[in-house]
């Protein structure tokens, strides 16, 4: 689904900042996995999706996504078939637009923008039942400015928007470390329900071990641009937070703090 | 007597200027663009509807309507400058803005009967009618004629705002909206939001012309210094609209606009009584911008908070 081939990324070339992130990297994710990164700040993880989203160019190396070479696409096109939910709650939703307006846009993606009326008032009571099921209280906000929502809200209505129409791949950095545990337990397992009756392909990065070691069938640590610790589908199901941890402190250790 | 008719003047310029504001409304308030072209686009649109009138014939309504193209090319070479040419706002502004005062100087040698450029074109010495000259409007007497003028501007400036609240209701509208708010989400819903923002300079640039046509009629002159100031004008008119008047429930902020704009010009045509060589207007009128901006800050910080929802939020 997913291939990334021999990547450089290089930031700020040529300055005395000069950091040289990936080198020669590689990835690949098949069709239905659900992969969870981990790894410390720095690592590269963000800009590993940054990467197969397209937000980001790229010094070498190609991006493939179902076996097209999309090196080239712009971030806008990619997004067509890729959907993404960021770590702040802000950016996945127009604060100044109410719930119902943001879901009628976001249920409109793939068609044309056009002259048509945005709002159509009989999809509402489809747009009700969708979020109800969220058991937030948010079916009585629904002409309530998103941007008044709290975060977990928020963070919900991105969730429920960027797989409200057909996509391949979704892509999560983060996407819960902004809500407090209760909430945050909410959207995860939202998502993992949004996941499983969509058959997406996902790639989330996250600090939270327990919900990397919890959700999806592949677990990758990452440090310093690099792939340090693989467990696939069955490996996975052996492992624990506690080994990770352990892993994750001996690679701190390693580098001096 | 004196005072009454400055209210008047104030007025029929304000409902001119009002199509300005609706314009930099959709630039600045709806893409948070400060689009400082409009000072080019607006003698552009005065210019263009004239040499429309003077040498294609081309009736005064129509001429206004399609001065509307003129900006719009205007806003779009704007909106290139700064979405694929990666110029700051301010810049790709100021860029078409010093263009354009070339570009209306050479129109203007279109209007001259010797080719000369003037900064001036009367339309009496051509006997040229524009908008507001012909019978319906002369054959009464002047009293009436103020307000016959009157009347047809409120319904050319209401037809306008109701065309862009309806364009604000559809899906193209919405990703206006969602693109000066939140561009990161245009691009998620596989938009390009450089597009959008083109767009709405162009529109915005639209409306500032046939403010500029609208102007150049109620003055039956072309004068290529109109375009100094616009900005600022344009700019206060849409705060006072949005701080004052949008906060008043049902007020849409199209309509909140149009009074900004009103209450804006009866200000500076007021000050014209105090100053009456017109010295300190500029002055004056910057003074004026600044105590709005204050207000406008004092205002928000009073009302946050308890703001009605209508208000929505505003970064
Ligand atoms: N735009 C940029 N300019 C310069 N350096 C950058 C830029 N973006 C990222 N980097 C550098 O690349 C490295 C990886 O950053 P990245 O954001 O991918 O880390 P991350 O793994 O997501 O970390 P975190 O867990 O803190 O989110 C960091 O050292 C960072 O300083
Ligand atoms: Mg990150």
């Given at each position: 689904m997913i291939e990334l081939k021999n990547i450089y990324k290089v930031f700020n070339?040529?300055?005395?900042?000069?950091?040289?992130?990936?080198?020669g990297f590689s990835f690949d994710v098949k069709a239905g996995e659900f992969v969870s990164i981990v790894g410390s700040n720095g690592s590269g993880k963000t800009t590993l999706l940054n990467i197969i989203s397209g937000s980001i160019p790229i010094n070498g190396g190609s991006v493939y996504l179902n076996g097209m070479d999309i090196t080239e696409m712009s971030e806008h096109i990619r997004a067509r078939k890729i959907g993404r939910v960021f770590q702040d709650p802000s950016v996945g939703t127009v604060p100044s637009m109410t719930i119902l307006e943001n879901l009628s846009l976001a249920e409109n993606k793939g068609k044309p923008y056009s002259l048509?009326?945005?709002?159509n008032r009989r999809k509402c009571e489809m747009f009700r039942e969708t979020v109800l099921k969220?058991?937030?209280?948010?079916e009585d906000k629904m002409d309530i400015p998103v941007g008044l929502l709290s975060g977990g809200q928020r963070q919900a209505l991105s969730m429920i928007m960027s797989t409200m129409t057909p996509i391949d791949v979704l892509l999560l950095d983060?996407?819960?470390?902004?809500?407090?545990p209760r909430t945050a337990e909410t959207i995860m397992q939202l998502t993992d329900e949004i996941v499983k009756k969509n058959r997406l392909t996902v790639v989330m990065v996250t600090h939270n071990l327990r919900y990397a070691v919890e959700y999806g069938n592949r677990l990758i640590m990452m440090d310093k641009g690099q792939i340090v610790l693989h467990k696939n589908a069955e490996e996975k199901k052996e492992t624990s937070v506690d080994d990770i941890l352990h892993i994750f402190n001996d690679i701190s250790i390693e580098c001096g703090n | 007597m004196l005072f009454y008719a400055t209210t008047l003047d104030g007025l029929q310029m304000g409902l001119c200027f009002a199509v300005l504001a609706l314009g930099v409304y959709i630039s600045y308030?709806?893409?948070d663009f400060p689009d400082l072209s409009v000072d080019g686009t607006f003698p552009l649109g005065g210019v263009v509807c004239t040499i429309l009138m003077l040498?294609?014939?081309?009736p005064a309504i129509l001429a206004t309507a399609l001065s509307f193209f003129a900006g719009f090319m205007a806003g779009v070479v704007t909106g290139v400058l700064h979405v694929k040419l990666k110029v700051s706002n301010l810049l790709s502004g100021i860029i078409v803005m010093t263009a354009l005062l070339s570009v209306t100087l050479a129109l203007t040698k279109l209007l001259t009967r010797n080719g000369q450029t003037t900064s001036i074109f009367s339309y009496r010495s051509e006997s040229l009618d524009g908008l507001f000259g012909g019978k319906l409007f002369s054959s009464h007497g002047s009293g009436v004629k103020d307000y016959i003028v009157l009347g047809v501007l409120l319904v050319i400036v209401i037809a306008i705002k109701l065309l862009i609240d309806l364009f604000l209701k559809t899906k193209l509208g919405y990703m206006l909206k969602a693109t000066g708010d939140n561009e990161r989400l245009v691009v998620s819903l596989g938009k390009d939001p450089g597009m959008y923002k083109i767009l709405g300079l162009a529109v915005a640039n639209g409306f500032s012309a046939v403010s500029g046509a609208l102007y150049s009629h109620l003055f039956m002159q072309y004068d290529n210094t109109s375009g100094s100031g616009k900005v600022v004008l344009a700019l206060a008119s849409v705060i006072i609209g949005i701080t004052v008047f949008s906060r008043i429930r049902f007020i849409k902020d199209t309509t909140a606009v149009i009074f900004g704009a009103a209450v804006y010009s009866l200000c500076l045509n007021y000050l014209v009584l105090v100053d009456t060589n017109g010295i300190y207007l500029k002055l004056l009128n910057a003074v004026l911008f600044t105590l709005i901006l204050v207000f406008n800050d004092r205002m928000n910080a009073v009302i946050s908070g308890k703001t009605k929802m209508k208000r929505r939020v505003r970064r």
């Open positions: 070339a040529g300055t005395v900042n000069e950091m040289r992130l990936f080198n048509g009326l945005a709002v969220l058991g937030l209280g948010l983060e996407h819960t470390a902004a809500l407090d | 308030s709806i893409l040498k294609a014939g081309v």
